[in-house]
């Protein structure tokens, strides 16, 4: 696949996400930006739920994570299903009763404006590192597929990046993302159906031959209960994946701004319930395309990639196969990663605007004004993180802010989960101290425990988290009809 054909394959997708956010962005005022109007259909959420939680990461990391991982990350599935469950039946019933645009507005309304502005932070700050992280993974790709062809160096390439995604968000937010998250979903799971059918016809394999390999394949083992101290184990993962679909997506703004566009509380619920029952589906398409790529990798006497996050790539442009197999790689890459950069940016722009420069207390004309140059700011803030982890990366350093990026969701679901389990109120100024302790105190957990018992703590790091989040609002709590200093 050269790089013309890269070209004018993304060339092609991007008329076509402009054209429809254009169309969507028509006459688009704040609240279309911030919650579409809360006019969006229970199916069209869904569609669009499906691209918004696959990200250029996951579309390149999961299929070559079956080697090292099998089909493990499928315990972690079916916490999110628990997680998604929690969230439709438990937090969709809170936000929409109280009206709030964004989720951080609750905790204004249970504590005060500290705590507002303190998950606020947490949120700003996790989402910028994350996202940013992934769309550097993505421009990486790309540097190498296009951008070196023509001289173009990563600056250029991540200013590019950010640019179409400024200009397809910039006009109507969600409004627009709902209708460009759905075609990004169907092209994100049209591509891996493409590559599996070109990759079985490679292979002379027909429907019930390839489910024959990828089941009795050593990669496609599932469950995995005989070591409790392996970050594999079923029961951490399980419990990992359902702290983690609370906190970073029913208490994530960006996660959330599609969920609550629905126009009642039961559209939302049926949206949340049918996306869990989607992500099952799309995970297990991943994991499956995995392992018909590593028995191609066989099959064709090619060189396996030294990294299972090279897999995909290496496969669809280098491996061989018929040059479409290239193009809807590219397709399905540059579509979860506008996605989730896009639905990145517009909850970034949504979160600064209500709950850090209080833009509600604003008539519509300069409120207008202010998120659209919030927006900008967002952008280029996004472009600096992504070029810091260009010039800075090495996968320590990588890893570490990925880390550092999720505990900072421990303090948003402390929070929340205290305000909605307990009546008592808070000494306020305390808040920002208990933010900053409770991820600390989880890093010297995690490392304590390591040291000293040979036992790792995995994703279930987040509820340990949240659990320090949880004892320090005790401390720095009374009664509801105590009066507090």
């Not at 290239?326 to 890459?333: K, P, R």
């Not at 202010?370 to 600096?384: D, G, Y």
Request: charged content about 10%; aromatic content about 14%.
């Amino acid at each position: 696949m050269t790089p013309i054909v890269t070209i004018i394959t993304l060339a092609t997708y991007l008329l076509l996400l402009f054209g429809v956010a254009y169309w969507s962005g028509r006459k688009a005022d704040n609240r279309a930006f911030f919650i579409g109007n809360r006019r969006t259909t229970w199916y069209m959420a869904t569609l669009a739920m499906i691209g918004a939680a696959m990200s250029g990461v996951t579309f390149i990391s999961v299929p070559g994570s079956v080697s090292a991982d099998q089909f493990s990350y499928m315990q972690m599935v079916v916490g999110f299903t628990i997680g998604q469950l929690i969230v439709a039946f438990v937090l969709i019933p809170i936000f929409y009763k109280r009206g709030v645009v964004s989720l951080y507005e609750y905790l204004e309304e249970r504590f005060g404006v500290t705590t507002h502005r303190t998950g606020a932070i947490c949120f700003l700050v996790s989402k910028v590192i994350g996202a940013s992280l992934k769309i550097y993974v993505v421009c990486s790709v790309m540097q190498l597929l296009v951008m070196d062809y023509f001289n173009l160096n990563f600056t250029s390439n991540v200013a590019l990046t950010m640019l179409v995604v400024l200009l397809y968000t910039f006009r109507g937010g969600v409004r627009s993302l709902i209708l460009t998250d759905t075609i990004q979903s169907l092209c994100l799971v049209g591509s891996v159906l493409v590559v599996i059918y070109y990759l079985c016809r490679a292979m002379n394999l027909s429907s019930i031959e390839a489910y024959d390999v990828i089941a009795g394949s050593p990669y496609s083992q599932m469950w995995f209960f005989d070591d409790p101290s392996s970050a594999r184990y079923f029961w951490k993962m399980v419990a990992g994946g359902a702290l983690s679909l609370v906190a970073m997506t029913g208490l994530d703004q960006d996660m959330m701004q599609r969920n609550m566009s629905c126009r009642t509380v039961r559209d939302s619920q049926v949206n949340i319930v049918l996306t869990a029952l989607c992500q099952i589906f799309v995970i297990l398409l991943f994991l499956s395309l995995g392992v018909l790529m590593y028995r191609y990798v066989e099959f064709a006497n090619l060189s396996l990639p030294s990294k299972g996050d090279d897999l995909f790539a290496y496969v669809a442009v280098q491996g061989g196969l018929p040059q479409i197999v290239g193009i809807v790689f590219v397709v399905g890459l540059i579509s979860s990663t506008y996605s989730a950069a896009g639905s990145a940016l517009t909850s970034l722009t949504t979160s600064f605007t209500l709950d850090i420069l209080r833009g509600s207390k604003f008539d519509a004309e300069a409120l207008t004004k202010i998120r659209k140059h919030t927006h900008i700011v967002m952008a280029l803030v996004m472009m600096v993180f992504i070029l810091m982890f260009h010039y800075m990366a090495s996968d320590s350093v990588i890893n570490l802010v990925f880390k550092v990026a999720s505990y900072t969701y421990g303090p948003i679901l402390g929070l929340f989960t205290f305000g909605i389990i307990s009546k008592r109120m808070i000494r306020e100024r305390y808040i920002p101290i208990v933010a900053l302790l409770s991820p600390l105190l989880s890093y010297l957990l995690q490392w304590f425990v390591a040291e000293r018992f040979d036992y790792y703590i995995g994703f279930e790091l987040l509820g340990y988290n949240a659990l320090f989040t949880i004892f320090g609002l005790i401390l720095i709590s009374q009664s509801e009809n105590d009066k507090l200093p």
